[in-house]
C-alpha cells in the first residue's frame, strides 16, 4: 500500500503527459491532416482560406496563423504534417503577401523592394526548412543524401519515396526554387538546386496532378529561367507548360501568367502576351471556389502585367 502511494504521483504525472500528448496530437491532426486524406468537396475546411474573395483579410491573417502553427510544431516537433503545412504556410505567405506585392512596386522604389524580397528568401528558406525536418524523420539522412554529390544514392532515395511524399517533395523544393528565384546569382543556392530539381521532379512522377497541375507551372518557370548546366531548357519548359494545361484544364490563370514570365517577356513576343493574359482574366474565380484566393491573386498580377506591358515588351 505504502509502494502504491509513492507511485501515484509518478502515475498522475505520467497520465498528464499521455493526454497532453493526445491532446496536441489531436489539435495537430485537425490543423494539419494529411494532404491526401482532405476531402475535393465544399467540406475541406481549408476553403476557409482557400476560398476567401479578399486576399487582403487573408494577408492580415496570415502572420498569426504562421506563429499559431510554428508554437505549436515546437509543442509537438514529432508531428510530421504539421512541420509540413507550417513551412507550407510560410512559403505560400512569402510568394503571395511578401513577393508579389514587391514586385509591383514602382520602379523608383528599389530599396524597399529588395528589402521585401529578402523577407521573402527569409520565408521561403523558412518553410522549406520545417518541410525538410518531416522528410528527415521519414526518411533518416534525407537532407543529407538529397544534397549531397552522391547523385546515385540520390536517385536511390527519391525512388524509395511514395505518393504521400508528395506535398512534402514540392514544398521544400518550392521553397529553394522561390529563394534562387529572387537571387538566381548567389552560390549558396547553386549548392541546393540540383537535389530540390530532383525532388521536385520526382514529385511530378509521383503524382502528376498535384495541386491542379502546380508542380508543372514550378517546372516550367525553372526550367525557362534556368541554364542548361542547371537543369534548365526551353524544351523542358514547353513541355511542363503543356502539362501544367493539361492538367489544370486551362482552368488556373498562374499557368498563363507564367507562360507570359517564362516565354513571352524574353521572346518580346506581344502577341502572345495579350493573349495569355487574357486567358488568365477570363477565368471566372467562382467556378472554383477551392482556389477562390489564389485566382484573385493571380488576376491581379496579370491586370499589373497588362497595365504596364510597355515596361515588358518594347514596341
Not at 518553410?127 to 546515385?152: H, I, N
Request: hydrophobic residues 45%; charged residues 20%; aromatic residues 10%.
Amino acid at each position: 500500500m505504502k509502494r502504491l502511494f509513492v507511485l501515484l504521483p509518478i502515475l498522475l504525472v505520467l497520465c498528464g503527459c499521455s493526454i497532453q500528448k493526445m491532446a496536441f496530437n489531436a489539435t495537430a491532426d485537425m490543423l494539419a491532416p494529411p494532404a491526401a486524406s482532405l476531402p475535393t468537396d465544399g467540406n475541406n475546411p481549408m476553403i476557409a482560406l482557400t476560398g476567401e474573395n479578399d486576399p487582403e483579410l487573408v494577408a492580415a491573417f496570415f502572420p498569426t496563423a504562421l506563429k499559431l502553427y510554428e508554437i505549436l510544431h515546437l509543442q509537438n516537433p514529432g508531428h510530421e504534417n504539421l512541420a509540413i503545412m507550417t513551412g507550407q504556410l510560410y512559403i505560400m505567405y512569402a510568394n503571395a503577401f511578401v513577393q508579389g506585392p514587391a514586385e509591383q512596386l514602382p520602379f523608383d522604389e528599389f530599396t524597399r523592394q529588395n528589402t521585401e524580397y529578402a523577407r521573402a528568401q527569409n520565408f521561403f528558406m523558412r518553410g522549406r526548412t520545417f518541410v525538410l525536418k518531416a522528410l528527415d524523420a521519414r526518411y533518416p539522412r534525407f537532407s543529407e543524401t538529397v544534397f549531397s554529390s552522391d547523385r546515385e544514392a540520390r536517385a536511390a532515395l527519391l525512388a524509395s519515396c511514395k505518393k504521400s511524399d508528395t506535398d512534402a517533395l514540392f514544398w521544400a523544393a518550392s521553397g529553394l526554387f522561390g529563394a534562387f528565384s529572387l537571387s538566381p546569382m548567389d552560390t549558396e543556392y547553386h549548392a541546393l538546386v540540383e537535389g530540390s530539381l530532383a525532388m521536385i521532379e520526382r514529385a511530378a512522377e509521383l503524382d502528376p496532378a498535384f495541386n491542379n497541375g502546380g508542380i508543372w507551372e514550378i517546372l516550367m518557370t525553372f526550367y525557362a529561367a534556368a541554364p542548361d548546366s542547371l537543369g534548365g531548357g526551353r524544351d523542358k519548359a514547353l513541355a511542363a507548360y503543356e502539362k501544367a494545361l493539361y492538367h489544370s484544364g486551362g482552368t488556373s490563370p498562374s499557368t498563363h501568367v507564367g507562360y507570359v514570365r517564362a516565354f513571352c517577356i524574353p521572346a518580346q513576343d506581344g502577341e502572345g502576351f495579350d493573349e495569355h493574359i487574357e486567358k488568365a482574366l477570363a477565368i471566372d474565380p467562382d467556378t472554383q471556389p477551392e482556389n477562390r484566393l489564389v485566382i484573385i491573386i493571380t488576376q491581379r498580377q496579370a491586370r499589373w502585367l497588362k497595365a504596364n506591358k510597355g515596361e515588358f515588351i518594347l514596341e
